[in-house]
């Protein structure tokens, strides 16, 4: 691990030289470094290891009781540990314990044979899941009523990580009497074996006092052990780019070694053999070349590597002790789990979000229902009247019509019937019950139940059936117990057609206390009607499905209900086939569902529910904020299309003023075609080519385009931002495709699910110069050309360059653009996108989404810095493909955390997560990396110059104790300091002016211009040092005979080393006062540490000199370091030329930095410079609160085939008749600025945003 850095690698190399004669540097000053650097690493791994190892001995020590047979077949019991268990043991578990193997259920304790397992460890799912006994076991009660009578064999699949398949077969050995060698005596038993008989490692049993497993899988043969892959090795973009920094840094350092050992080479041909100097040995020269890279060597920056990783940690700590970030309701702080990229929080340039529990609650709410075509819950209601948790219906007319002889009784009877037995909810009935009174014709009784259910939609209509009269109380076996209006039904539920992807619903048929035969079937409604019986009266359906758009537009989830009565006949002909299916060893997935398709006919339509989804708390203020800082974001889902565009719209990732493109072709053909075409329009015509354009006037015009930019550069100088600002709103403008009316008649075509819909007529924009300033592009009105009330716009009709777009694109057509003919040409149209939505995702597929966006497309581009977040299991490959993952500790389990980088409470954390601790630690690691550069390229080539004028001899001009301090002690502290508690704005500046976030998104702070110049000042640092000392009191004409071909020394009291001393007093004093110009606010630590390192050296130097002056120096045997500084603070010239040095080397970055602020400021700039101008008026800069007025538009959880264009024309129509109304409005993504007294506060109640920081 120690040598995975090519600059560990590279510095051991080099301390090794260090060794030999010809080395100018002590190996003990060389290797000091070196063991540091190493033993901090040491120390992390060794830290991390040992953590590792005591959270497997935790595992591995937690207690288990085994069942057995010792060597005589004598069952015996073991109360081990899970280190102790091995294949073929029976496993005790009591209610709430983790199953330690993978097991096959035996036994429970329940009569019905069953046992509910909780899975949030494997799949991040909270449900309980069924487990169902062997059937050839069931009946057995006890572990030693199993072993002492059987024998058990099971022939199974080898272990694979397939969490959603087990196949295998278990067979039954009676024992033969000893006395009887005939088979005939034995008993034989075979039992098939699936998914639904195994109980997996990690998961936890429930709701059964005991449970018997026979362990088939153990170790790293479990299915979660061969689940769990290696976290990836994530490096931030900064370190990426510091390796190939690295690498040009190693060329520079071959390069004057080779240049300085050409001088020496040609120097040494000018020489007599008698000539050579004393003090270089005979055998040096054949060495020169590897003693000028030792001399170098200090060009790498080995430290900063141990700095940045305590930068890190410290970084890391802000993170976990922010306590805006806490949640206080979960008690839920934030987490950090690699803090190797905190830097890429504050450069993420995309978001990939899930969208159930991330953006969303996953507290479904049973809102409105629709009954026989008459809707419920659409009017206003009582407010003062309660609702049952987990709904908001109190609508009395339901109740009132099923309690009357009302025409739609029986249809309400049968809807709510299915709410409440259609599921594979379980109640658990041992928690006591409590009347509640009912202000409606009937009372009854709702017991306090706890539902546990497969998924929080089940559990929202089981509630509101409940608050309607319909209890489900316990389920015995195959018997469902339910309490209807105060009076106990039994139901058997004689088969579940259970829910999957592809079927798109559920059903189940069930015997009434009469005999009759039902099957109730919930789902889909563009699957549900297509099953609808010919005899169903159309009006009915026709009605339904307008109240299905309408639940859409308001952004609701929807499942359509139905039923079918069945004769005994029909169902027993069914059930044998259907058994037939479930036995079948082979294919018994697509035989059942093909069996189950053949009952599910003719049913007759009930009426459809809607369901709630409500946004997490600051959902919409974080996207629109994250959004305005410049980053676009993916919202990556399994839900439907409309679902998601409504989610999209409420929570702002899709905004009025964006043209929607909706991609939804199902051949490649086609797709191909359509992006070509979206290409011409959003990629080639913003450089003004067209599809006949030549690739030389293309390159014509991005040379004008360029030309116009250096322009705008210097009338940025000359004339202002409020001028030039001005000038940027004349931009050039691109002809816009006709589109279809906003009123123009649906269709049934999916050729029109792409089309391009216009944006929405924007609001009058309210701004002034600082709100130029600070942001152009977010203060520039865009014209609409809209009239009439109709969204079309003729060829001739022109759009503003900057005009956002978004896309939507399905599950299906997805697949088609994650083809690798064809995917790139999906990457350039979609990242001109503000916004991307995909639908209907795989977890494989999100992943392979954030790969596509993440990976570079060209050779040596650095590819886009990407984020990821979600909170289940499904989201865990997208969390690790993206450059950062963050888990949200949601209710579906900690599988996303355990995966991630970095786990938050909420979504609305993020936005702080990223706008104040990314925006930091960008810049903070920005400074200690350039400055720690500068200061290395100072110290080596300094040595440099010197070689210059001592013939390239590879004289060393410092002492080697003060090599080793350089970077150990006397530059390092104030640059560390900076990178710790640097801040140029305060927190709450960044929160409320999120387009701060741009430096970290341009790369601003850390880019090859930046390195490049601080090496040239670095250098510009050396020869100053270099040059004043040697020059300023002519210590030249001391140390150079007029025969320059020999050195000579002691001429007079001040020697080579004690002008090195001067020189490495300058550059120290030198590099401290650059590292305090690079502060943005002091404080104590600033102070401290950069007071205390320069009288620390001035101390230590003045020691070193006056105690340890008789240490050898390299070459000599003199004490040339005895009485150096005693002399040197004597001298005039010294003094002279530190004040001299100083403000010489740091004069041209004082010069640059202000011509910066002055002619070309940040953003941040600008906000200190008015935050001092308001303080200095006794005033405060705050932000007008945004209004976030909008109404939820968009689609639902499903719909009819051929609905989409409707529900699109009515989101333009509702959102054009709210424009109507609302009239001229300010859009969120401008948000105006004013200056008030510091009485005064902001909209929400809190204080003015902090005064300014110097």
Same mark, same amino acid.
């Given at each position: 691990m120690q040598f995975s850095r090519l600059a560990n690698l590279y510095t051991t190399i080099v301390v090794a030289l260090c060794f030999f004669d010809f080395s100018p540097v002590?190996?003990?000053?060389?290797?000091?470094?070196?063991?540091?650097?190493?033993?901090?690493?040491?120390?992390?791994?060794?830290?991390? $290891?040992?953590?590792?190892?005591?959270?497997?001995?935790?595992?591995?020590?937690?207690?288990?009781?085994?069942?057995?047979?010792?060597?005589?077949?004598?069952?015996? /019991?073991? $109360?081990?540990?899970?280190?102790?268990?091995?294949?073929?043991?029976?496993?005790?578990?009591?209610?709430?314990d983790q199953v330690p193997a993978d097991c096959i259920l035996l036994a429970t304790s329940r009569p019905d044979g069953r046992c509910y397992v909780e899975t949030a460890n494997l799949d991040g799912e909270t449900n309980l899941k069924i487990r169902q006994v062997a059937s050839c076991t069931k009946h057995f009660l006890t572990a030693e009523e199993i072993l002492d009578r059987y024998t058990l064999e099971v022939e199974c699949d080898v272990p694979?990580?397939?969490?959603?398949?087990? $196949?295998?077969?278990?067979?039954?050995?009676?024992?033969?009497?000893?006395?009887?060698?005939?088979?005939?005596?034995?008993?034989?038993?075979?039992?098939?074996?699936?998914?639904?008989?195994?109980?997996?490692?990690?998961?936890?049993?429930?709701?059964?006092?005991?449970?018997?497993?026979?362990?088939?899988?153990?170790?790293?043969?479990?299915?979660?052990?061969?689940?769990?892959?290696?976290?990836?090795?994530?490096?931030?973009?900064?370190?990426?780019?510091?390796?190939?920094?690295?690498?040009?840094?190693?060329?520079?350092?071959?390069? *004057?070694?080779?240049?300085?050992?050409?001088?020496?080479?040609?120097?040494?041909?000018?020489?007599?053999?008698?000539?050579?100097?004393?003090?270089?040995?005979?055998?040096?020269?054949?060495?020169?070349?590897?003693?000028?890279?030792?001399?170098?060597?200090?060009?790498?920056?080995?430290?900063?590597?141990?700095?940045?990783?305590?930068?890190?940690?410290?970084?890391?700590?802000?993170?976990?002790?922010?306590?805006?970030?806490?949640?206080?309701k979960t008690d839920t702080p934030a987490q950090v789990r690699n803090s190797n990229i905190n830097e890429d929080l504050g450069q993420i340039q995309y978001i990939f979000s899930d969208k159930t529990g991330t953006l969303t609650c996953n507290e479904m709410i049973f809102a409105k229902c629709t009954i026989a075509g008459l809707r419920y819950n659409d009017i206003e209601v009582d407010p003062a009247k309660r609702a049952r948790p987990g709904t908001r219906f109190n609508d009395g007319r339901l109740l009132a019509r099923l309690n009357s002889n009302h025409s739609t009784k029986k249809e309400i009877h049968d809807f709510l019937l299915l709410l409440t037995i259609c599921n594979t909810v379980i109640p658990e009935t041992n928690v006591p019950t409590s009347p509640t009174s009912s202000s409606d014709s009937c009372s009854v009784e709702t017991p306090t139940i706890k539902y546990n259910a497969s998924s929080p939609d089940e559990e929202a209509l089981?509630?509101?059936?409940?608050?309607?009269?319909?209890?489900?109380?316990?389920?015995?076996?195959?018997?469902?117990?339910?309490?209807?209006?105060?009076?106990?039904?039994?139901?058997?539920?004689?088969?579940?057609?259970?829910?999957?992807?592809?079927?798109?619903?559920?059903?189940?048929?069930? !015997?009434?206390?009469?005999?009759?035969?039902?099957?109730?079937?919930? #789902?889909?409604?563009?699957?549900?009607?297509?099953?609808?019986?010919?005899?169903?009266?159309?009006?009915?359906?026709?009605?339904?499905?307008?109240?299905?758009?309408?639940?859409?537009?308001?952004?609701?989830?929807?499942?359509?209900?139905?039923? !079918?009565?069945?004769?005994?006949?029909?169902?027993?002909?069914?059930?044998?086939l259907y058994r037939q299916a479930e036995f079948s060893m082979e294919g018994r997935a697509a035989k059942i569902a093909k069996v189950s398709a053949i009952i599910e006919v003719e049913l007759t339509l009930l009426g459809a529910t809607a369901i709630e989804d409500r946004l997490q708390d600051g959902v919409e203020e974080?996207?629109?904020?994250?959004?305005?800082?410049?980053?676009?974001?993916?919202?990556?889902?399994?839900?439907?299309?409309?679902?998601?565009?409504?989610?999209?719209?409420?929570s702002h990732v899709i905004d009025d003023n964006m043209d929607v493109i909706v991609l939804g072709q199902r051949d490649k053909g086609s797709l191909r075609a359509r992006l070509e075409e979206l290409y011409v329009d959003l990629v080639e015509d913003k450089w003004g080519s067209d599809e006949t354009s030549s690739a030389t006037s293309v390159l014509l015009e991005a040379l004008k385009r360029a030309i116009l930019y250096l322009w705008d550069l210097v009338k940025l100088a000359l004339v202002g931002r409020d001028e030039e600002a001005e000038a940027r709103k004349k931009r050039r403008r691109l002809p816009r495709r006709e589109h279809a009316g906003a009123d123009a008649a649906p269709t049934d075509s999916p050729a029109h699910y792409d089309e391009v819909y216009p944006a929405l007529p924007n609001r009058d924009i309210t701004e002034n110069s600082f709100n130029r300033d600070l942001c152009d592009h977010d203060f520039e009105p865009k014209t609409d050309n809209m009239t009439g009330g109709t969204n079309s716009m003729s060829s001739g009709d022109f759009i503003d360059e900057e005009l956002e777009f978004a896309m939507v694109i399905d599950g299906k057509t997805l697949a088609l653009v994650l083809d690798d003919d064809i995917k790139y040409l999906f990457l350039a149209v979609a990242t001109q996108c503000k916004s991307v939505i995909c639908c209907r995702c795989s977890p494989s597929q999100k992943a392979s989404v954030v790969k596509l966006v993440?990976?570079?497309?060209?050779?040596?581009?650095?590819?886009?810095?990407?984020?990821?977040?979600?909170?289940?299991?499904?989201?865990?490959?997208? *969390?690790?493909?993206?450059?950062?993952?963050?888990?949200?500790?949601?209710?579906?389990?900690?599988?996303?955390?355990?995966?991630?980088?970095?786990?938050?409470?909420?979504?609305?954390?993020?936005?702080?997560?990223?706008?104040? /601790?990314?925006?930091?630690?960008?810049?903070?690691?920005?400074?200690?990396?350039?400055?720690?550069?500068?200061?290395?390229?100072?110290?080596?080539?300094?040595?440099?110059?010197?070689?210059?004028?001592?013939?390239?001899?590879?004289?060393?001009?410092?002492?080697?104790?003060?090599? &080793?301090?350089?970077?150990?002690?006397?530059?390092?502290?104030?640059?560390?300091?900076?990178?710790?508690?640097?801040?140029?704005?305060?927190?709450?500046?960044?929160?409320?002016?999120?387009t701060l976030y741009v430096n970290g998104l341009k790369n601003r702070s850390f880019n090859w211009l930046s390195f490049f110049g601080w090496c040239v000042l670095g250098a510009w640092h050396a020869y100053v040092v270099y040059a004043v000392p040697f020059f300023t009191n002519g210590s030249i004409v001391w140390y150079f005979s007029s025969d320059s071909s020999k050195l000579q020394f002691d001429k007079r009291d001040? #020697?080579?080393?004690?002008?090195?001393?001067?020189?490495?007093?300058?550059?120290?004093?030198?590099?401290?006062?650059?590292?305090?110009?690079?502060?943005?606010?002091?404080?104590?630590?600033?102070?401290?540490?950069?007071?205390?390192?320069?009288?620390?050296?001035?101390?230590?130097?003045?020691?070193?000199?006056?105690?340890?002056?008789?240490?050898?120096?390299?070459?000599?045997? &003199?004490?040339?370091?005895? #009485?150096?500084?005693?002399?040197?603070?004597?001298?005039?010239?010294?003094w002279l030329g530190l004040l001299f040095s100083v403000v010489v080397a740091i004069l041209p970055n004082y010069i640059a930095k202000a011509g910066r602020v002055l002619f070309y400021p940040e953003p941040s700039?600008?906000?200190?410079?008015?935050?001092?101008?308001?303080?200095?008026?006794?005033?405060?800069?705050?932000?007008?609160?945004?209004?976030?007025?909008?109404?939820?538009?968009?689609?639902?959880?499903?719909?009819?085939?051929?609905?989409?264009?409707?529900?699109?024309?009515?989101?333009?129509?509702?959102?054009?008749?709210?424009?109507?109304?609302?009239?001229?409005?300010?859009?969120?993504?401008?948000?105006?600025?004013?200056?008030?007294?510091?009485?005064?506060?902001?909209?929400?109640?809190?204080?003015?945003?902090?005064?300014a920081l110097d």
């Open positions: 002590s190996p003990v000053a060389s290797l000091t470094p070196l063991l540091i650097v190493f033993a901090t690493s040491a120390l992390k791994d060794v830290s991390e $290891d040992r953590r590792r190892q005591k959270g497997d001995a935790q595992v591995n020590s937690r207690s288990a009781h085994i069942v057995r047979r010792d060597v005589l077949d004598e069952v015996m /019991h073991i $109360d081990g540990t899970w280190q102790d268990i091995e294949v073929g043991d029976v496993l005790l578990l009591k209610d709430g694979n990580k397939d969490l959603f398949y087990f $196949d295998g077969v278990l067979k039954l050995k009676k024992f033969a009497d000893e006395a009887v060698a005939d088979t005939t005596n034995k008993e034989d038993t075979e039992t098939s074996l699936t998914m639904d008989n195994l109980i997996l490692r990690g998961s936890e049993s429930r709701n059964a006092e005991w449970t018997l497993g026979l362990v088939i899988y153990t170790g790293k043969e479990t299915k979660v052990q061969m689940n769990s892959v290696a976290v990836p090795l994530k490096r931030s973009f900064v370190e990426k780019t510091l390796d190939t920094m690295f690498v040009l840094v190693l060329m520079l350092l071959f390069g *004057i070694s080779i240049a300085c050992t050409l001088g020496n080479n040609n120097w040494n041909l000018d020489l007599a053999d008698d000539s050579t100097p004393w003090y270089i040995k005979e055998d040096s020269n054949g060495y020169i070349f590897l003693s000028y890279v030792i001399l170098f060597n200090n060009l790498i920056p080995l430290s900063m590597y141990v700095t940045m990783e305590g930068v890190r940690f410290v970084h890391a700590r802000y993170i976990e002790n922010d306590l805006e970030m806490y949640d206080v089981v509630l509101a059936a409940a608050d309607l009269g319909y209890v489900l109380e316990s389920r015995d076996g195959s018997l469902c117990h339910t309490l209807i209006q105060g009076r106990p039904m039994s139901f058997e539920i004689l088969n579940v057609l259970e829910f999957n992807s592809d079927r798109k619903r559920m059903s189940v048929i069930v !015997r009434f206390p009469d005999g009759s035969i039902v099957l109730y079937c919930k #789902g889909a409604d563009d699957i549900i009607f297509d099953l609808l019986s010919k005899s169903q009266p159309q009006g009915v359906a026709h009605v339904t499905r307008g109240h299905l758009q309408e639940y859409a537009s308001e952004g609701l989830r929807t499942l359509t209900t139905a039923m !079918r009565r069945l004769t005994q006949e029909e169902y027993d002909q069914w059930n044998q974080s996207i629109c904020a994250l959004r305005k800082a410049g980053i676009k974001f993916w919202v990556l889902t399994g839900d439907k299309k409309e679902t998601a565009l409504s989610i999209g719209m409420s993440t990976e570079p497309t060209l050779m040596f581009s650095p590819g886009n810095i990407t984020l990821a977040i979600g909170d289940g299991a499904n989201d865990v490959p997208m *969390i690790q493909a993206a450059n950062v993952g963050v888990g949200i500790s949601g209710k579906e389990g900690r599988q996303a955390v355990l995966s991630s980088d970095y786990s938050i409470a909420e979504f609305q954390y993020l936005k702080r997560l990223l706008l104040v /601790h990314g925006n930091y630690s960008y810049k903070r690691i920005s400074k200690l990396i350039l400055f720690s550069f500068m200061k290395n390229v100072a110290l080596s080539m300094s040595n440099f110059f010197l070689a210059m004028e001592t013939m390239y001899s590879g004289l060393l001009m410092y002492f080697s104790i003060f090599f &080793t301090l350089y970077n150990a002690l006397f530059t390092t502290i104030p640059i560390v300091v900076i990178a710790m508690y640097n801040q140029d704005v305060s927190p709450a500046v960044l929160m409320q002016y999120p001040l #020697g080579l080393w004690a002008n090195g001393v001067a020189s490495y007093t300058y550059l120290i004093t030198a590099s401290t006062v650059q590292v305090s110009l690079m502060t943005s606010n002091w404080t104590r630590a600033n102070v401290l540490s950069t007071v205390g390192t320069l009288v620390f050296y001035y101390l230590f130097t003045a020691f070193f000199c006056a105690v340890f002056g008789w240490t050898k120096a390299d070459f000599y045997d &003199t004490e040339v370091g005895y #009485g150096v500084v005693s002399q040197l603070v004597n001298e005039g010239w010294f700039h600008l906000m200190r410079e008015w935050n001092r101008l308001a303080k200095g008026e006794d005033a405060a800069v705050v932000m007008d609160s945004p209004r976030l007025v909008r109404r939820n538009t968009g689609f639902a959880f499903s719909h009819c085939p051929g609905e989409s264009e409707m529900a699109l024309g009515v989101y333009r129509s509702s959102n054009m008749r709210e424009q109507s109304r609302a009239g001229q409005r300010s859009d969120l993504s401008n948000v105006g600025m004013r200056v008030q007294s510091p009485s005064s506060s902001t909209a929400d109640g809190s204080s003015p945003s902090p005064k």
